[in-house]
């Protein structure tokens, strides 16, 4: 696998639709779009994870008009063989491929490493005034930005998609890990797939990045950006058993009410009851925040079966889909 140079769209293709452009390209694809200012350079990287198609929905949306782009705006379109896989867009990562957001920054066997190699070389030979990667959160969520670093650039960036911006110290292998004073990076998770907003936040947001002369001072786009830190990240151990139902079902380590996703990013009250719990109770659950100071018994108790919060607590990143939950996280969560 490796990145392949294509060139723009044309008007028939456009007619042709988005899926049937997908179909036709040889693998990971990389465009230029030139601005105004050829020297310089941002980068738009998408579909890491084939069904979060927000990104290249709003990429699609700008092939037939571009703005008037201030300097030369590149997109890196990644995981279109797994977007393609089954009915389109619903595949995060070929089952026997490693989750491309998993890979930045690591070595294996699998292409999938030498790849993201490949991309992140890219970005650093263009030197990059700043790269946004766009996500669509598994579950229901408004939008928010994720970067590890909380500096104002960072803020500026992803103030021009969202107002929320997760500052993490949790690493995973994610392309924004790789970011540098030089080249700023920002995930933006645009909200769910099936939230009627998540396309117009990435077109939003989209149009102020590549269309703005300075994306650091005075653009239009500005909104101030809330901080949260410490994103503590809760897992179930492996090999255990996940349900989402509406009350405890027998035999399971947790069950889950089916609509948890409704609390993203709503504050909860301590005390307040997450799900429950099996036989193994609070060790059927780990957390991760990169620094190893929430461990499970420091976020919830149990109360006779129940799983309940400890402090004052915000959720987010919360999906209900079973294969997502289990391989990937349950939810992440800050603590008042
Ligand atoms: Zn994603």
Redesign the pocket.
Known sequence: MTLHDVPWPTEEEHKQGLVSWLNAMPGPVWLTLPGKDVNRHRVVVTL??GN?QSGVEAFWHFVQNPPVCAVTVHFCIVNIEASLHGAPFTT?HLEHKPDM?RCFGKTGSDPSYALAAELLARINALKPEAVVDI??TSGTSPAFAVSINDDEKHQQIASLFTERMLCTSVRLGALMEQTSDASPMVTV?CGGVKDHNSVEVAKNGLHHFMSAEDLFFNHTGFWPVERLYHPVRVQLKPDLSLCYHDRFVEESDLTLPPDIDRHNFGWMAADSQIGWLGTKGLDAMTTNDGEGKYPISALFYEQDGELRLKHPAKLFMITTKHAIALSDCLFYMVVD
Do not use: G, S
Request: proline share 0%; no cysteine.
């Open positions: 890491l994870h979060e995060r957001n996500h669509n998770e």
